[in-house]
């Protein structure tokens, strides 16, 4: 079975950077695109970014392009996000998702079927 885990939350001031791991175990990651997610107190939970299973296509949401990049390692068997230019609206918890590689990199939470516990994120100064 599919296991991911996310790891590199913690506080952060304004204007400061994080880097989020997100480990998977059970499987290769060759075969699964990955997704980023984030939810904030009262707030429903919306795409980050994701990256292919190939690694060629990624995609952010709007706001993020130019502070936040995604990456990966399969031989790591770990998808990143850097985090840049940190604002207090990127509060919140941040999981990390797969859906398989034929669905393509999107925002679509239905297409992912495997998702990791989350991790805090918190800036503030």
């Known amino acids: 079975q599919l296991q991911l885990v996310e790891s590199g939350g913690g506080l952060v001031e304004p204007g400061g950077s994080l880097r989020l791991s997100c480990t998977v175990s059970?499987?290769?990651?060759?075969?699964?695109?990955i997704g980023w997610f984030r939810q904030a107190p009262g707030k429903d939970r919306e795409g980050v970014s994701c990256?292919?299973?190939?690694?060629?296509?990624?995609n952010y949401g709007d706001s993020l392009r130019g502070r936040f990049t995604i990456s990966r390692d399969n031989l790591k068997n770990t998808v990143y996000l850097q985090m840049n230019s940190l604002r207090r609206e990127d509060t919140g918890v941040y999981y990390c998702?797969?859906?398989?590689?034929?669905?393509?990199?999107?925002?679509?939470?239905?297409?992912?079927?495997?998702w990791g516990q989350g991790t805090q994120v918190s800036v503030s100064s």
């Open positions: 998702a797969a859906s398989y590689g034929g669905y393509g990199c999107s925002d679509y939470v239905p297409n992912y079927e495997n």
């Open positions: 990256i292919s299973s190939t690694g060629r296509r990624t």
């Open positions: 059970g499987s290769t990651l060759d075969y699964y695109n």
